[in-house]
Nanobody
Framework: QVRLVESGGGLVQAGGSLRLSCATSGLSFGNYVMAWFRQAPGKEREFVSAISYKGGRTKYADSVEGRFTIFRDNTKETVDLQMNSLKSEDTAVYYC??????????????????WGQGTQVTVSA
């Protein structure tokens, strides 16, 4: 059984930092591109960041470029998202997702095979 479990969300002031973590099980982890998406209230889910199989390549949404960093540990089968300089507009539920051996790092959520349950991030102004 595949499981993706996010943790690390919470309430933080604008300008602060949080680190999200996604623990996985049941995946052949090294064969998946891993990504983070988010969904704010009343808005559609949006791509945040993705990382290639071995972590050598990353992709970020323009809105988080330079502030967020994605990491993966293929030994522990985890993927983390370090979020710095947080803004109120970063408030959302953040989801971890796994994509089986795509040709590239995809930004469309429908392409991903497995999802976690999400973790809430709230940034106060």
């Amino acid at each position: 059984q595949v499981r993706l479990v996010e943790s690390g969300g919470g309430l933080v002031q604008a300008g602060g930092s949080l680190r999200l973590s996604c623990a996985t099980s049941g995946l052949s982890f090294g064969n998946y591109v891993m990504a983070w998406f988010r969904q704010a209230p009343g808005k559609e889910r949006e791509f945040v960041s993705a990382i290639s199989y071995k972590g050598g390549r990353t992709k970020y949404a323009d809105s988080v470029e330079g502030r967020f960093t994605i990491f993966r540990d293929n030994t522990k089968e985890t993927v983390d998202l370090q979020m710095n300089s947080l803004k109120s507009e970063d408030t959302a539920v953040y989801y971890c997702a796994a994509d089986w051996r795509p040709n590239n790092m995809r930004v469309v959520g429908a392409a991903y095979d497995y999802w976690g349950q999400g973790t809430q991030v709230t940034v106060s102004a």
